[in-house]
């Protein structure tokens, strides 16, 4: 089967609040954002994964740290 991927450079002055609202506008199957830490608390997380977690009604792909 073919996968289509999109990457989108936001802008936005909430971090937040950009990476939602084109998640919405792209109609996304996914969103995919990117932390520091390798576990799923908030602290963990960072404020952006975490935020874009709580507030997006659509799945979204942590991707923690390559392990060394």
Do not use: M, N, Y
């Not at 609202?21 to 404020?47: H, I, M, N």
Request: aromatic content about 4%; glycine content about 12%.
């Amino acid at each position: 089967f073919a996968l289509e991927t999109e990457a989108q450079l936001v802008e936005h002055e909430d971090a937040i609040t950009g990476i939602c609202q084109e998640a919405e506008r792209f109609d996304a199957d996914v969103v995919v954002v990117g932390t520091r830490g390798a576990g799923l608390s908030t602290a963990v997380l960072g404020s952006v994964a975490g935020g874009v977690v709580a507030k997006l009604w659509r799945p979204v792909l942590v991707v923690g740290p390559a392990r060394e």
